[in-house]
């Protein structure tokens, strides 16, 4: 089994994925982690020197990879990831998908924090980030709203969380 946590960026899907692939005892694939391992090079460069339309492409093809695979694996996507191609079509066809939803002020108060490993919102002033994200999370809920689970993580702790994701998965 394959379960792939999706969600705008700072809604936790990395921490979650952790803690839950030790609980469950699956193996642990960030796909950003991933794309950088193999291309020996950081997400914020990859879009500096190639491009965002390049990541997308190294993107799809790493995802497919993943997901085409036999292992029990607990699978951190990038925010944008169910966005491009039809890639939540293939999660959703391929693994048991669970969006992570969040609220703006809550992004907000957590990304603003890493904007400079952030490359969507790295040129971004503190000023102008709570209407992009807001603009942004809009265009993309459509998307993850398409989520065979979904579970809202404000206010809540991280193993409240994964416990959810446990429960809802009957795991």
Do not use: C, W
Not at 47 to 53: A, H, L, Q, R, S
Not at 87 to 115: A, C, D, G
Not at 132 to 153: G, P, V
Not at 159 to 168: D, P, R, T
Request: cysteine-free.
């Amino acid at each position: 089994m394959i379960i792939s946590l999706v969600g705008y960026m700072g809604s936790g899907k990395s921490h979650i994925s952790k803690i839950l692939s030790e609980k469950i005892n699956f193996k642990l694939i960030d796909l950003d982690k991933e794309i950088s391992r193999r291309n020996k090079l950081t997400i914020p460069e990859i879009f500096d020197k190639k491009g965002e339309i390049y990541f997308r492409k190294l993107e799809r093809e790493t995802l497919e990879e993943i997901l085409a695979t036999e292992e029990n694996i607990v699978f951190s996507l990038g925010g944008g990831t169910p966005v491009y191609y039809n890639n939540m079509e293939i999660i959703n066809h391929n693994s048991k998908s669970v969006f992570l939803r969040t609220s703006i002020n809550t992004l907000i108060e957590r990304i603003s924090k890493q904007k400079e490993k952030r490359p969507l919102i790295a040129n971004i002033s503190d000023e102008n980030l709570p209407e992009f994200i807001a603009k942004h999370l809009f265009e993309r809920n459509e998307f993850y709203s398409k989520a065979q689970f979904q579970i809202s993580t404000d206010s809540k702790e991280p193993e409240e969380i994964m416990n959810e994701i446990i429960e809802k998965l009957y795991l």
